[in-house]
């Protein structure tokens, strides 16, 4: 889990003020009750992932108040006698940057490596047609099909035709040269904002065992979609003092590693509403962004429960580097960077 951890990305010499707070993400990572301590001595042994989940090799840790190391080629770490909370700091000497994470409690943190994509990258492509649902023979004009492959190395989605073709659905994975997983398929008519309108899902598919070569193009890939229900989210958010609700998106996860995009909703309304699908198995993820001048407060919810009603979401303020102020000169590696506290 994410939440209770600031992951701010310092850039040296283009000093901004601002911090990022995340709550509920899926993915064991930084802190969370499970591998956390309170009190007492630990030693930290970590790992250092890009946002690929390929190992960073040869980065400085630090803990602060101890002696850096670096990870190796497994993206391991280890510092011992550390004290929970403890903040640790990776460093991007290249593009010279630093990311910081504040607050952890683990003792085997696996920690992000924002900006860093190690590894071969590998790629392929998937081409098909996707029938049934509104599909008559071209669905309508306010009707949208999206299509989505999942595997454990990559997920990554593309909307059919009116005709129900896909093409050019491109993949980019690390690691393994053959990656192999699923293929979905969601539709739903969508109202002028691009938001499911009720009673509006009109089909839901899958199909499983699809495996893709690297620099190879799969053709003639196909999906028939099977009739689904529809279900109503309810939920209100409170923002902090100064903020303003930016943007909130909802997804459907079908699979541990994939996830359909639903809707994007720009508008500031606290109140939330939306339509959703009844898909067997599949939960809710929401995202929300509240800004103000020189912050962000970024919040995600997994595992909601399709139909789910009256969610209440509270974000907090997110921490404001205050030192060193903004225009300040001879910033140096004496310096120390502070923020404001973090509620909880």
Same mark, same amino acid.
């Given at each position: 889990?994410?939440?209770?951890?600031?992951?701010?990305?310092?850039?040296?010499?283009?000093? =901004?003020?601002?911090?990022?707070?995340?709550?509920?993400? %899926?993915?064991?990572? @930084?802190? #969370?009750?499970?591998?956390? &301590? !309170? /009190?007492?001595?630990?030693?930290?042994?970590?790992?250092?992932?890009?946002?690929?989940?390929?190992?960073?090799?040869?980065?400085?840790?630090?803990?602060?108040?101890?002696?850096?190391?670096?990870?190796?080629?497994?993206?391991?770490?280890?510092?011992?006698?550390?004290?929970?909370?403890?903040?640790?700091?990776?460093?991007?000497?290249?593009?010279?940057?630093?990311?910081?994470?504040?607050?952890?409690?683990?003792?085997?943190?696996?920690?992000?490596?924002?900006?860093?994509?190690?590894?071969?990258?590998?790629?392929?492509?998937?081409?098909?047609?996707?029938?049934?649902?509104?599909?008559?023979?071209?669905?309508? =004009?306010?009707?949208?099909?999206?299509?989505?492959?999942? %595997?454990?190395?990559? @997920?990554? #989605?593309?909307?059919?035709? &009116? !005709? /129900?073709?896909?093409?050019?659905?491109?993949?980019?994975?690390?690691?393994?040269?053959?990656?192999?997983?699923?293929?979905?398929?969601?539709?739903?008519?969508?109202?002028?904002?691009?938001?499911?309108?009720?009673?509006?899902?009109?089909?839901?598919?899958?199909?499983?065992?699809?495996?893709?070569?690297?620099?190879?193009?799969?053709?003639?890939?196909?999906?028939?979609?099977?009739?689904?229900?529809?279900?109503?989210?309810?939920?209100?958010?409170?923002?902090?003092?100064?903020?303003?609700?930016?943007?909130?998106?909802?997804?459907?996860?079908?699979?541990?590693?994939?996830?359909?995009?639903?809707?994007?909703?720009?508008?500031?309304?606290?109140?939330?509403?939306?339509?959703?699908?009844?898909?067997?198995?599949?939960?809710?993820?929401?995202?929300?962004?509240?800004?103000?001048?020189?912050?962000?407060?970024?919040?995600?919810?997994?595992?909601?429960?399709?139909?789910?009603?009256?969610?209440?979401?509270?974000?907090?303020?997110?921490?404001?580097?205050?030192?060193?102020?903004?225009?300040?000169?001879?910033?140096?590696?004496?310096?120390?960077?502070?923020?404001?506290?973090?509620?909880?």
């Amino acid at each position: 889990m994410l939440n209770r951890a600031l992951i701010g990305v310092l850039t040296i010499g283009a000093l =901004a003020a601002g911090g990022l707070t995340e709550a509920g993400c %899926s993915k064991s990572s @930084s802190t #969370g009750p499970a591998g956390g &301590a !309170s /009190g007492g001595i630990i030693t930290v042994a970590g790992k250092i992932i890009g946002v690929n989940g390929q190992a960073v090799a040869s980065v400085p840790v630090y803990v602060t108040g101890k002696t850096s190391t670096n990870t190796d080629a497994n993206g391991n770490f280890s510092i011992a006698g550390v004290t929970p909370p403890y903040d640790i700091t990776v460093v991007d000497a290249t593009n010279r940057r630093a990311l910081v994470y504040k607050g952890l409690s683990r003792q085997d943190p696996t920690l992000t490596f924002l900006g860093s994509s190690p590894g071969t990258a590998r790629h392929g492509t998937i081409n098909g047609k996707i029938s049934g649902g509104a599909f008559t023979p071209n669905q309508g =004009a306010s009707d949208v099909t999206r299509v989505v492959f999942g %595997s454990p190395d990559v @997920s990554a #989605g593309v909307n059919t035709a &009116a !005709s /129900g073709i896909f093409a050019s659905l491109g993949l980019t994975w690390y690691g393994p040269t053959v990656t192999t997983g699923n293929l979905y398929a969601l539709q739903f008519t969508a109202d002028v904002n691009g938001l499911p309108v009720a009673n509006g899902f009109k089909g839901y598919g899958s199909r499983a065992g699809i495996a893709v070569n690297d620099g190879s193009t799969l053709n003639n890939q196909f999906d028939t979609l099977q009739s689904v229900g529809t279900s109503q989210f309810t939920g209100t958010v409170t923002v902090p003092s100064g903020y303003t609700l930016a943007q909130k998106s909802m997804s459907v996860r079908v699979s541990q590693t994939t996830l359909i995009s639903l809707l994007t909703d720009n508008t500031p309304n606290a109140a939330l509403s939306y339509y959703t699908p009844n898909i067997t198995g599949a939960s809710l993820v929401l995202s929300l962004l509240a800004s103000k001048s020189g912050a962000q407060a970024i919040y995600f919810k997994n595992g909601i429960v399709t139909g789910a009603t009256g969610v209440a979401i509270t974000l907090v303020a997110a921490p404001e580097l205050s030192l060193p102020v903004t225009g300040s000169t001879a910033v140096d590696t004496t310096v120390t960077f502070s923020w404001t506290a973090m509620t909880g």
